[in-house]
């Protein structure tokens, strides 16, 4: 008796599992269970992490590591990330924002940087970082 086999396309939650392997990740946010949810996420993807909870850590990070992509938070504690997205851009780190803020004056000084609205999907948040990091 002959068997089939069925071959599924639909894009499921694991499809991210090894879209990041050997990159590193830099997450900027100062809200402990987002930056939680986001080093499950991007660590389930396969990637490497540091991270920072305000502007002046993240710019250490960046002067010190070799970071593939960053995503970043608007609103740090009260501080804007004006300075952490010009030391990405300087460093020539691709970044994406994430935030719940859609009208921060940043974004329109980084207008390139894709815009990931808080609360994102895992899927949505390692995809762009993966067409980001490649």
Do not use: Y
Request: proline share 4%; hydrophobic share 50%.
């Amino acid at each position: 008796m002959a068997t089939s086999t069925f071959v599924s396309t639909v894009r499921t939650s694991t499809d991210r599992f090894g879209l990041l392997d050997g990159k590193t990740i830099l997450i900027v946010e100062d809200e402990p269970l987002v930056a939680l949810d986001l080093h499950a996420a991007l660590r389930a993807a396969g990637a490497s992490l540091i991270a920072a909870t305000n502007a002046a850590e993240a710019l250490k990070l960046i002067r010190r590591n070799e970071i593939s992509a960053a995503v970043v938070d608007v609103n740090l504690g009260g501080d804007n990330c004006f300075a952490v997205c010009q030391a990405l851009f300087h460093r020539s780190i691709p970044f994406l924002f994430h935030t719940g803020h859609r009208q921060a004056d940043v974004l329109k000084a980084w207008p390139e940087a894709p815009l990931i609205v808080k609360p994102a999907g895992h899927d949505e948040l390692v995809a762009c970082l993966a067409a980001l990091a490649s």
